[in-house]
């Protein structure tokens, strides 16, 4: 664990609680009771709201019945929002991995209908970045060193997630692997790493799971009676990971002249205009 010392991150010394430690630990965890019925239902009417005023965002190559389900930007859009993303229970369980100056790099408003997993690429197994600390085949990481963390997933459940809603399954460990998912099993239900296989995160409304970025994570399939998923999603990282609320089309540090001088792929992405992808697409 870690602390922002007077200029530098350092090592933590002070205590955090079994949520972290877990978090560090597993690459995962949940957090009961985070909301009050009433701030739950404050949230799910705001972002309810949004999903009826504002089109889709028109971001990645999702078709139309997919772009549907999404709604990013969100503490731009909701008050109620940014409140839940500021939650201090929620904070004091993600501080302590990723410093007191960590951010909301994403925040984006999900609404799966029952009877329509969706076909993006959450259904198949994947890491939302890096690995960040990449790892070569055969190599493991050491136990006696905590495994850093850079970026933290958070799903703020509006409505209970039960097995038969296709909860995110997050596989216990596998962000110590260095690597990612095998990619001839991409939906494979009985995928383990080092003998560990799936936990689905299941959770009440106002309560919210929380997975590291490395962690091999996926959305499991819907089972009879499936009602669908309704959440609020944030993506926290530490300071020195760039926000992805807005893609750089919309929101970059260049002047038009500079812009207009890239004129291949390579130099769009050497002065920051990246493609969506991982979090903002």
Known sequence: MIRRGRVYLEPRDQPAGPETAQLEREGWTVIRDLFTADEVA?????????????????RGRRGPDDAAMFRYAMLNRSPAAQR????????????????????????????????????????????????????????????????????????LFLE????????????????????????????????????????PLLARAGEAALFVSDVWHRRMPTGDGDHGRFFLQAHYGRRDIAQRLLTTDESNQLSAEAIARAATDRERRLIGLHPAFFYDG
């Open 42 to 58: 404050d949230l799910a009417g705001e972002i309810a709201a949004v999903f009826e005023r504002d089109p889709p965002d028109a």
């Open 160 to 199: 209970d997630c039960r097995l038969k809603d296709g909860p995110t399954g997050v596989i216990p460990g596998s962000h110590l692997s260095g690597r990612p998912p095998p990619p001839r099993r991409p939906l494979d239900d009985d995928l383990e790493f080092e003998g560990r296989g799936v936990v």
């Open 84 to 155: 839940a993303v500021a939650n201090p229970k929620l904070l004091a369980v993600i501080e302590p991995l990723l410093g007191e100056d960590c951010h909301v790099i994403a925040n984006t408003a999900w609404r799966n209908p029952a009877g329509h997993p969706g076909s993006h690429g959450g259904q198949a197994w994947h890491i939302d970045a890096g690995p960040h600390v990449p790892l070569p085949d055969g190599v493991r990481w050491p136990g006696d060193i905590p495994h850093p963390v850079f970026a933290i997933g958070v799903h």
